[in-house]
């Protein structure tokens, strides 16, 4: 799909994820890119840093400062460090005295009441008018796959804390999958291994610089052979620092991979048969940032049998496709208001 041509004004999209929040304004682009962490005064409520400088902050705060992620796995678990989060981006990329129309990326999974947590922070932050797009979608738009047209398209999304895969045809989403495995989970399956094999305990900090330094989904793709972690042992409490080969580092991150291979896999075989040749041709797009991970494309290539493409900067994908939404606004509003009135009918 071709991008919309934006116009300049001060609407904004956001990609809200678990681990990175993204921003972009309308008719400039990419305006903010921050970690997805918020530390707060425990005594008084205050919050005391946002993103990059809070993310520093994780493990290493006095007592009365808590640094937290408000997001798992794509929702909404802390409401009111999510709205003050979110508040601080929106005045930081428009200044505290603008109201403007804000298109936010949501899992395809969340329920109604979480859809319409993710609205109430929104508006809450400041936003005149809150509207939802679903991350695979806004990650098709952004890597400009033909999502107008009869022709299959099919996205996989790999982000923090979720994956978002989905075929899309004629403008919707024909079938989906949100799956709560991410690049967190990766890290986790790196500190399991680590506390299992040699019974020493590491932060996740240490566990995502073993992941980017010789992590791989496939032998011989790692960008190093080995790396040092430092942590304390178990049975003795005293700090230590071992080796890890890439082949350890691949051993443990087998498991949540499979995860997202075999969802993908689930998908393909819910596919309506007369869009699966479509696929068949045009392959899988892959974007979000865990799917830089060396080996990945070529791993779902291998399982799948399908040709593998990844998004050139997969980490703005998603944001990037929101932005392009931005001029389809008037198309957003008659769309809730048909979800409105659907659900007053119903209920």
Do not use: W
């Not at 904004?12 to 903010?32: K, M, P, Q, S």
């Not at 979608?137 to 982000?159: F, H, K, N, T, Y």
């Not at 305990?201 to 190093?224: D, I, M, T, Y």
């Not at 007369?274 to 399982?303: K, N, W, Y």
Request: aromatic share 2%.
């Amino acid at each position: 799909m071709r991008l919309p041509t934006l116009v300049s004004g001060t609407d904004l999209a956001v990609d809200l994820g678990t681990a990175n929040t993204v921003v972009f304004r309308r008719g400039e682009g990419i305006v903010l890119f921050e970690p997805s962490v918020v530390a707060m005064d425990q005594q008084t409520g205050q919050v005391y840093a946002v993103g990059e400088k809070a993310r520093q902050m994780l493990g290493r705060t006095p007592a009365t400062i808590v640094a937290t992620r408000p997001l798992r796995h794509g929702v909404i678990a802390d409401f009111e460090t999510t709205e003050q989060m979110l508040g601080h981006f929106v005045r930081r990329v428009g200044g505290s005295g603008l109201r403007r129309a804000v298109i936010v990326c949501v899992p395809s999974g969340l329920t109604q009441v979480e859809r319409d947590a993710v609205v109430e922070a929104t508006l809450a932050a400041g936003a005149r008018e809150a509207h939802l797009i679903e991350e695979a979608m806004a990650g098709a738009i952004g890597a400009e796959l033909p999502v107008e047209d009869a022709v299959a398209s099919l996205v996989v999304d790999v982000g923090g804390g979720t994956s978002e895969m989905a075929v899309i045809a004629l403008g919707g989403i024909v079938v989906s999958t949100s799956l709560p495995v991410g690049g967190y989970d990766l890290d986790d399956a790196v500190v399991r291994f680590v506390q299992d094999q040699h019974r020493l305990l590491v932060g996740h900090e240490q566990a995502e610089r073993v992941k980017l330094e010789v992590g791989s989904a496939l032998a011989g793709h790692a960008a190093a052979p080995e790396t040092e972690v430092a942590g304390r042992y178990m049975s003795t409490g005293m700090l230590a620092r071992i080796t890890l080969g890439e082949d350890e580092v691949r051993q443990a991150l087998e498991r949540p991979l499979n995860r997202i291979v075999s969802a993908l896999k689930e998908l393909l075989e819910q596919t309506p048969a007369q869009l699966a040749s479509d696929i068949a041709d045009r392959g899988v797009t892959l974007v979000g940032g865990s799917t830089l991970l060396p080996g990945f494309p070529e791993l779902v290539g291998g399982e799948t049998g399908l040709p593998v493409s990844r998004d050139p900067e997969p980490l703005t994908t998603v944001a990037r496709g929101a932005g392009a939404a931005l001029a389809e606004l008037d198309t957003l509003r008659r769309t809730q208001r048909r979800g409105r009135r659907s659900r007053r009918r119903r209920s």
